[in-house]
């Protein structure tokens, strides 16, 4: 990304000259005060609003100029994790893991295996046809882990993904996600939880007021 | 393989492609509604049968008939030309009087009369077939050149020529009463759908973000109003049998016999059209907004 703007209908600019490279492979944490810009740049990463000005190239697409069928392409490789889980409260775990494959065309008798495997991942086969408000938090956003790996996606995108979690589940959360790009999955994480860092090791991206403001790897 | 995993209670509910969303109270008391709109729009064109049975072969063939007193033998020639030259009067024929007592016996089958003595009895008839029926001043064209020459018009054929006229005016009534029920009912179809829509936004919005076609999006919602639409046509159907069943009787003594089949294929497609209509109105304006601080 290059110069890097965005600025939202309601006249509040979220980024402003951003120019930042992430390689495939790599884990970075995103990390700054509340509105410094982390939630608006994964945002623009799976589509969710486009640059105001500058290039952002994501998965080898120019994310300004790319077409709307571009865009669901793009979500389909990208994984994305949600601080509040984003689980769907009326489906079971396996309807909410299954979701993305759905969205892709799998058949239900390729999806139950699928999704039994990577439940078996995150240690939640057992969950597989309970509903998530039968879970506790951790084991939601372990769905919602789950969920976010079962297309295999080339990167995955997380919002505070321990933001709601107690240290060691929150130390498990980043467990997976390690373990994750140690297979070659590109993680991009926001998150507050500077602590996890001395355990987790990874690239950090100090973003402030939408302007980088520290570049630091292997931290 | 499917059924090797999944427990015998749980059914596998994935949203989206050709699933249809579950169906809840307010999908039922919207193809209650829209059945009982159809079922008004089944009664009107049952209405508009009956009526047209009941008119029967005048619809196809008007004659109007003029009659002229044998004393005014000498007028037969000239009137026969002046009711000829009305512009909507097709052609006229002279009916003789011995024609006329035989169709008249024929129609009282028997009746103990004698041919020859009801025939000097009747008077000379003319048989008018008409171009145009509508036209504004034809009935009093052909009652004034009748009148000009001393005869008389069978008032009761100009009343069922007319009857054929309202019957027309009436079928674009019920074609607009369809249309605006049609409207009607794909409104509250589209309401009841934008209700399912809201309550399952963030499912909605999640298929969007995980990358999922538009098509796949909306379908269940337009399957879902296509099927409450078929749903309240089939149903609307069968409420008409009572209707049929209550009337049928009286209406045989007008020689008018009811096909309610024939409503069956309109009412069903009809209304999965207008299910179908409602549930794009719906989805017409699905935004799930992301742009926003």
């Not at chain 1, 290039?55 to 979500?75: F, G, P, T, V």
């Not at chain 2, 749980?10 to 109270?25: D, E, Q, Y």
């Not at chain 2, 009916?95 to 009282?108: F, G, H, N, P, V």
């Not at chain 2, 973000?209 to 796949?216: D, I, Q, R, T, V």
Request: charged share 20%; proline share 3%.
């Amino acid at each position: 990304m290059q110069q890097l703007m965005l600025r939202y209908p309601t006249g509040k600019t979220a980024l402003s000259g951003l120019t930042l490279d992430i390689l495939q492979g790599q884990f970075v944490y995103l990390v700054g005060e509340s509105g410094a810009g982390k939630s608006s740049l994964l945002k623009m990463l799976y589509g969710g609003v486009r640059p105001s000005s500058g290039l952002l190239m994501a998965q080898q697409i120019d994310m300004r100029q790319a077409s709307e069928s571009r865009i669901r392409d793009i979500r389909r490789r990208t994984g994305i994790i949600f601080q509040d889980h984003k689980l769907l409260f009326a489906r079971t775990v396996f309807e909410n893991v299954a979701l993305p494959l759905r969205v892709q065309g799998w058949k239900t008798e390729r999806l139950i295996p699928r999704v039994r495997k990577v439940l078996q991942y995150v240690g939640l086969e057992d969950r597989l046809w309970s509903y998530p408000e039968a879970l506790s938090g951790g084991e939601q956003q372990r769905v919602a882990i789950a969920r976010a790996m079962t297309a295999n996606p080339a990167v995955i995108l997380a919002d505070e993904p321990t933001g709601n979690l107690d240290v060691e589940t929150a130390r498990r959360v980043l467990d997976y996600l390690m373990d994750l790009n140690k297979q070659g999955t590109t993680v991009i994480m926001a998150t507050h939880d500077l602590h996890l860092l001395k355990s987790h090791p990874g690239r950090v991206v100090q973003l402030h007021a939408g302007s980088l403001a520290g570049d630091y790897s292997g931290y | 393989m499917a059924t090797e995993v999944v427990p015998d209670r749980v059914n596998t509910r994935l949203p989206g492609g050709f699933n249809l969303p579950p169906f809840g109270v307010h999908q039922i008391l919207a193809l209650i509604i829209v059945c009982i709109a159809l079922w008004a729009v089944g009664v009107l064109w049952l209405g508009m049968q009956t009526a047209g049975q009941w008119v029967g072969s005048w619809q196809d063939d008007i004659h109007i008939h003029v009659y002229l007193d044998t004393q005014r033998e000498d007028n037969v020639e000239q009137l026969e030309q002046e009711l000829a030259a009305i512009p909507q009067v097709a052609s006229v024929k002279l009916i003789s009087q011995q024609e006329a007592a035989r169709w008249m016996q024929e129609w009282l089958t028997g009746g103990g009369l004698q041919q020859d003595e009801l025939a000097k009895r009747l008077p000379i008839t003319f048989e008018l077939s008409l171009k145009d029926e509508r036209s504004q001043f034809l009935f009093a064209d052909i009652r004034d050149t009748a009148k000009h020459f001393g005869g008389k018009v069978n008032e009761d054929e100009v009343n069922l020529a007319q009857v054929h006229d309202l019957l027309t005016q009436a079928g674009l009534l019920a074609w607009f009463a369809s249309l605006i029920l049609a409207i009607a009912m794909a409104l509250i179809i589209s309401n009841t759908l934008r209700m399912t829509l809201l309550a399952r936004a963030d499912e909605i919005h999640l298929m969007r973000l995980l990358g999922a076609k538009e098509w796949f999006v909306r379908t269940p919602f337009i399957l879902e109003g296509m099927v409450l639409g078929a749903g309240a046509g089939v149903s609307a159907w069968l409420l008409l049998w009572p209707v049929k069943l209550a009337v049928g009787d009286w209406l045989s003594t007008m020689q008018v016999d009811l096909n309610i089949w024939i409503l069956l294929l309109p009412l069903l497609f009809g209304g999965a059209i207008v299910g179908a209509l409602g549930a794009l109105i719906a989805t017409a304006h699905v935004v799930s907004s992301e742009a926003s601080a």
